[in-house]
């Protein structure tokens, strides 16, 4: 009996696994990484391809069954199973990763394997048909977000597979699609919170243009919060930023709490004092010209490159704006 809620969907048709297995591109002297391995059936192909599998897998009856299955076969010594939930494991040394994955880890793996180091050379990973498309995603498409900003930010991502859902016992609801993802080399030198805050930001809305969202009031407040925070911080002599840890992926919660209309909001509060009118109006102009400067005003970010991005991000940096 299967579990729904470990998202156990066994790959039944033989062919497919094969096609996974040689699309992975698998060489004989690599270590491969196997997620959810289940009852073995691309464990046991990736045996057959590679030096040695390491699989993680959360459900002690799978690991049992896993063991059993390859005990007193050359592979049992080819084999190393980890019993445990793969987010709370540190990883090993890999050279590759193939997995067949419970969907409902999607983000968090996928954002723990582009963390990885050192970097492996690629992994190859079934995902929901949705999720997948948004990780392949280019500027300009429809399902082009932050998730896919993030991970083209640290990898290059391909399609690789469509799968429909009858390939698994039991069918999952959704159709799936095979993803390659292979790291950046060397990797993009970015500080992570800083890209993180400022992808969420560029995000609250991804049709509006650049020039509305950074005169939003919320937004402008929190950067100029932080502003303020790092020149005093400066001036005491303690300018060390904690750049540890990374947020989620995709889908988490917003930084910044907006109000549908917030946005073009100008007014003033009436006891408000001048001086403080005057301040923020001075870093309102600041970031707008940070803006204007390579004409990003009436840019996008549905449209936006990484490239575009990672260029926007350091010319705010530089203009000592920060989005952590
Ligand atoms: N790889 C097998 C196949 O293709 O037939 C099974 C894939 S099934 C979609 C996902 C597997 O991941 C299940 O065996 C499940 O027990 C395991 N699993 C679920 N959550 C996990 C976690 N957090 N860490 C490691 N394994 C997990």
């Given at each position: ?7 156990q ?12 297995v ?31 599998v390491?699989?993680?897998e959360l ?8 063991t059993?299955?390859f ?6 010594n080819?084999l ?5 939930d ?8 890999f050279?590759?990763?193939v ?9 968090p ?6 963390n ?8 190859v ?13 280019q ?15 640290y ?25 390659r993802i ?5 990797r ?13 930001i ?5 049709n509006k ?12 407040s ?24 990374l ?16 946005d ?17 109006s001075?870093f ?18 549905s ?8 260029y ?9 704006i920060?989005?952590?």
């Open positions: 009996s299967f579990h729904k809620s470990k998202g969907h066994i790959l039944k048709n033989p062919m497919l696994v094969d096609s996974i040689q699309k992975s591109g698998i060489k004989s002297t690599d270590i491969i990484l196997e997620i959810g391995p289940g009852t073995g059936n691309l464990t046991k192909k990736l045996l057959e391809a590679g030096k040695s390491i699989a993680v459900d002690s009856r799978m690991v049992l069954e896993l059993r299955r005990q007193g076969t050359p592979f049992s080819k190393k199973v980890i019993q445990g793969v987010l709370k494991t540190d990883l090993p040394y050279d590759i990763c997995a067949n994955i419970p969907y409902q880890i999607s983000s793996l996928t954002f723990k394997l582009l990885h180091q050192p970097s492996f050379r690629c992994a990973i079934m995902y929901q048909r949705e999720f997948a498309m948004r990780l392949v995603a500027p300009g498409d429809n399902l082009y977000c932050r998730l896919s900003v993030n991970t083209q930010l990898a290059r991502v391909s399609h690789l597979l469509k799968v429909g859902k009858n390939n698994f016992r039991p069918p999952p609801k959704v159709d799936s699609s095979v993803v292979e790291p950046r080399k060397p993009p030198q970015v500080n992570p919170k800083e890209w993180d805050g400022f992808i969420r560029c995000f609250i809305r991804k243009t650049l020039g509305a969202i950074f005169r939003i009031k919320n937004v402008l929190l950067l100029e919060k932080n502003y303020k925070t790092l020149q005093a911080l400066n001036t005491s002599g303690a300018a060390e930023m904690d750049i540890s840890g947020g989620e992926l995709g889908g988490g919660e917003q930084s910044v709490e907006m109000d549908a209309d917030d073009d909001d100008d007014e003033m509060e009436m006891e408000e004092d001048k001086e403080a009118a005057n301040g923020r001075e309102k102009e600041k970031v707008a010209a940070v803006l204007k400067e390579k004409d990003f005003c009436d840019k996008r970010s449209k936006l490159s990484q490239e575009e991005f990672l926007l991000l350091s010319r705010f940096n530089m203009a000592g920060h989005f952590s």
